[in-house]
């Protein structure tokens, strides 16, 4: 009962200090408990199936990051109550001497754990249900789904797990806090407020070597993410050094820093500014580890955000444009016995021998009926034109560049007749060509690159042991494949009399719906889908795609982007500020006494107030001014990655992103600033 | 002799109506300049509260302290800083240096904070390190100092600003019998050399035998007062312990 109560009046004596680390927690369950709860919101939601389909893909895909979320929240625990273990050595000390054992105060520990964590969890899993409610409206505008009927939503699901991680969290916490107790000296705990720093100043000229060959590597890392375009394995690489140069960097920082102002004696021996520039270097001296976490920490934060909304918003604006008409069937034709290996049944063989519109026919399904401006073309492929033999001379080159690439892939053909019909469908240029020529229709970034180079050598290409060469110096830009994004990778046209000969690869039925109205178009779309319910359907090969359904897929697929690059954000945002909040809290307790001796000495409170902003701002402002550095390296290799979605919305999204920093970062510093201030106020 | 610190019938009192503790009982005296006073008394006697009112660091109940004519009790915030900075010289128990600077940047704060130029502070450091010998220690940290390497570097910090009054609480509390010597040569030098004015508050009658004038206090009023005049210092001190006789041995730890 004594332990309780000496727990009770600890937690209520050290509010202050625990103020920041109660409001971490207490965001951090209540974030857990939102993005858990995703699943229940959108229960109210009017959403097709296959929209349900997505938002089933998206929350098994949130619990598998609320996984690695709960790990990342599970060390800033563990690393701020060792924090405020520290702040409290001398109070065990103190028990100690009184002749409590240490079992006694694991005991006094283990019960203030229990305290904050339930209450954390109690006002958390209130405050993530509020929010919660705010989220469906949210939810609902990111699927473009109708919010028919708002009602209140409890998640009880989401509860139990989130009580249930941090449960775990907190368990983990104990034992490393009855651990550290164990190990203990008496001595060391009564006399560790007296123990004074000892400060020690690098070799300048090792700081100085350190921090060029960091920076060096740093650069090659950069050079290597941004310059050549890496798959993800090759990444590796360069993310292990930019990681282990971020880590020299801040150390040497520290050293150089001081070295620097020190040398400026106007500046250095003028107010207190020794006494500013010390106490930085000692802060980033002894959080160098930390320091660089939270450096990649905010670093990821930025990316993911910055990619996450430039992506979302990108992939709704290019539909209309990549998908101009209502539907589009593609069936593979000619296949032979040689195709049961892989998996085709004779049915299906059978099939690919009849037209799309015999099967419709089979199918049950009048296509003069719900179908207009219908074009039928035919794409041919061969084993004599590869994607090397259409590089040409380029090909080595290209190899070394991009060495990920399948060169073996057969080129697919069109001709010309059928791209023009295809391009005046979409309203795309239309073209001409000669008997000896051919052209090449891509729209993808990265293979336009490619293809250009190869046009440029004037390559020329041969079928049916006939030469032709390009007409044009560059690609066309254009698709035949509806679909959300840039992916055309390259089709070659020619002249209708060449693909004569040609083994014929698919079929391609573009049409619109023969309707006026969304609701009529809905009909038809249902009308399609139904169709899979259809006896012949297993005897086809017969595949679609349809506007409604890109819209649907490519708006869940930005939602849920969108929704898992706000949760690791947020959690990565909180986690990085909360972590530089209580390491400068956790040391109020010695400036405190440092302030009063400047005080003693006639310091001015305007004076130490200066110096204090300055200590946390440079505290904070460190890591993040290397992130973003990295930052804008790394969201140009996002860009890369991602530069088939399109990238006309980054700079909004990177607004939006700082806004979100300015807003959480930002709102931490200005807490701490006060609540420090608060602390080495004389009262 | 001009009269730099005047003390006129000051109280403090502490707690409220139902519990009052008297630390200050009207108390009045004053000081000369370049004199070297020691106040002492047991502890609980009210010294450091005294000391405390005339450094403004704590505020009297009622009564006046005039600095050269100043009324110090009047002074309010900033006020109260620039006072500390510009006339007062502080010399602590436990030294008060800044664990994370040097020697030498721990003295020359006490000068950058009043705007003095670098080149001025590195002249005036210099000379001043030379009369309390810490010349060698000036690049050191205070973890790398003695306790009484550590309390001269806290007084070049204290004189280097030449203030017109010197306090020193228990400047010999934390040191060994060698150092408080040291230290206390250095005092009656600066004293001597360049007519500082010192006001030290201790329990120690070896300490205060160094000094120009004892005051005694007990129960926060005074109780006796010695003149050192022309006295050796072996002298002084006797007659020193024989008011701390008389004061009841409650200075157990005099010797």
């Excluded at chain 1, 103190?94 to 109690?122: A, H, V």
């Excluded at chain 1, 775990?168 to 009564?190: E, G, H, P, R």
């Excluded at chain 1, 290209?398 to 060169?407: G, L, R, V, W």
């Amino acid at each position: 009962m004594m332990l309780c109560k000496l727990s009770l009046g600890n937690i209520k004596k050290s509010f202050k200090d625990y103020a920041i680390y109660f409001f971490t927690l207490i965001l951090g369950v209540a974030v857990f408990y939102i993005f858990n709860a995703i699943d229940s919101q959108t229960i109210m939601l009017e959403v097709t199936s296959s929209t349900r389909e997505i938002i089933k893909l998206m929350t098994s895909m949130l619990s598998g990051v609320s996984v690695f979320v709960s790990f990342v929240l599970g060390f800033l625990i563990i690393y701020a109550s060792r924090f405020l273990m520290k702040r409290r050595h001398h109070e065990f000390g103190i028990y100690m001497t009184l002749g409590m054992g240490k079992g006694s105060i694991s005991k006094i520990l283990l019960f203030e754990t229990l305290l904050i964590g339930c209450i954390s969890l109690l006002v958390g899993l209130g405050l993530g249900i509020m929010l919660s409610q705010v989220m469906s409206i949210f939810v609902a505008n990111m699927f473009e789904a109708n919010l028919t009927k708002f009602t209140f939503i409890v998640s009880v699901p989401a509860i139990i797990k989130t009580i249930g991680y941090f449960g775990i969290m907190y368990l983990i916490v104990m034992i490393f806090n009855t651990i550290s107790v164990s190990k203990c000296k008496l001595i060391d705990l009564i006399y560790s407020n007296k123990k004074t720093e000892k400060v020690r100043l690098k070799n300048p000229i090792l700081c100085v070597l350190i921090f060029i060959v960091s920076s060096c590597f740093l650069g090659y890392a950069y050079y290597m993410v941004t310059a050549t375009y890496g798959t993800l394995e090759t990444l590796i690489i360069p993310i292990a050094l930019g990681c282990v140069a971020t880590f020299f960097i801040f150390w040497s920082l520290s050293g150089l820093l001081l070295r620097i102002v020190m040398s400026l004696k106007n500046f250095y021996y003028k107010g207190i500014n020794s006494f500013t520039f010390r106490q930085i270097s000692s802060k980033i001296n002894t959080t160098v580890m930390s320091m660089s976490v939270i450096c990649i920490m905010l670093f990821l934060t930025i990316c993911v955000l910055s990619s996450a909304l430039s992506l979302k918003n990108s992939l709704n604006a290019n539909i209309n444009e990549l998908a101009p008409v209502d539907i589009q069937l593609m069936k593979s034709l000619d296949m032979n016995e040689t195709a049961l290996e892989d998996g085709y049944s004779i049915e299906q063989i059978e099939d690919s021998k009849i037209s799309i519109d015999e099967t419709l026919e089979k199918l049950n399904f009048d296509s003069y009926r719900y179908f207009k401006d219908a074009v039928d073309v035919t794409i041919y492929a061969t084993n004599e034109l590869t994607v090397k033999d259409s590089l040409g001379a380029y090909y080595e080159t290209s190899k070394n560049i991009y060495p990920t690439i399948d060169y073996t892939t057969a080129e697919s053909i069109i001709s010309l007749t059928d791209y023009n019909k295809i391009a005046k469908l979409f309203h795309k240029e239309e073209i001409s060509l000669n008997e000896n020529e051919y052209a090449v229709v891509a729209d993808y970034d990265s293979w336009v690159d490619i293809r250009n180079e190869s046009l440029k050598l004037k390559t020329p290409i041969s079928l049916n042991g006939k030469e032709y060469v390009p007409k044009y110096e560059e690609c066309i830009d254009g698709f035949v494949y509806i679909s959300s994004n840039h992916i055309n990778a390259g089709l070659i046209v020619v002249s209708d009399s060449v693909v004569q000969n040609l083994p014929r690869e698919q079929e391609v039925l573009t049409a619109n719906y023969n309707a006026s109205n969304e609701e009529a178009k809905n009909e038809i779309e249902e009308k399609i889908l139904a169709l899979n319910e259809e006896a012949y359907a297993s005897n086809t090969t017969i595949s679609g795609s349809t506007k409604i359904s890109i819209k649907e897929a490519s708006t869940g697929l930005g939602a849920m982007v969108t929704f898992i690059g706000i949760y690791l954000g947020i959690i990565f945002l909180i986690s990085s500020a909360a972590l530089l909040a209580l390491k400068e809290l956790s040391e109020s307790a010695d400036n405190k006494n440092r302030y009063r001796m400047l005080r003693k000495i006639g310091v001015d409170e305007k004076m130490i107030r200066k110096s204090l902003f300055t200590q946390i701002a440079v505290f904070f402002l460190a890591p993040l001014l290397l992130a973003c550095i990295h930052s804008i390296f790394g969201i140009k290799f996002c860009n890369l990655i991602l530069n088939s979605m399109g990238t006309d919305q980054l700079l909004g999204s990177i607004l939006m992103t700082a806004g979100v920093l300015i807003f959480i970062y930002g709102g931490y510093f200005l807490i701490t600033y006060y609540c420090s201030k608060w602390m080495i106020e004389e009262k | 002799m001009e009269t730099i610190l005047k003390i006129e019938d000051i109280e403090k009192y502490y707690g409220n109506k139902a519990s009052l503790t008297k630390a200050i009982d009207h108390i009045s005296f004053e000081v000369k300049k370049g004199e070297f006073i020691s106040i002492m008394g047991a502890s609980g006697s009210g010294k450091t509260t005294l000391l405390n009112c005339i450094s403004t660091i704590d505020r009297v109940t009622s009564g006046h302290i005039y600095l050269e004519g100043k009324d110090i009790t009047k002074l309010k915030g900033n006020e109260l800083n620039k006072f500390r900075r510009e006339e007062l010289g502080f010399i602590f128990q436990d030294f008060n240096l800044l664990d994370t600077l040097t020697a030498y940047e721990n003295i020359a704060l006490a000068l950058s904070i009043q705007k003095v130029s670098p080149k001025e502070i590195d002249k005036r450091i210099k000379e001043i390190a030379k009369k309390l010998n810490i010349e060698d220690v000036l690049k050191k940290y205070p973890y790398q100092m003695s306790g009484g390497q550590k309390q001269r570097v806290a007084s070049a910090r204290a004189i280097i600003t030449n203030p017109k009054l010197i306090l020193a609480d228990e400047p010999t509390g934390a040191l060994d019998s060698k150092s408080s010597k040291m230290l206390l040569e250095s005092f009656e030098n600066l004293n001597k050399e360049l007519q500082a004015t010192i006001l030290m508050v201790t329990h120690d009658a070896f300490t205060s035998s160094y000094a120009s004038r004892v005051i005694f206090i007990k129960d926060g009023k005074i109780f006796h007062e010695l003149i050192r005049g022309k006295d050796t210092r072996k002298e002084f001190f006797d007659k020193i312990i024989d008011v701390v006789t008389l004061l009841g041995g409650n200075l157990n730890d005099a010797l």
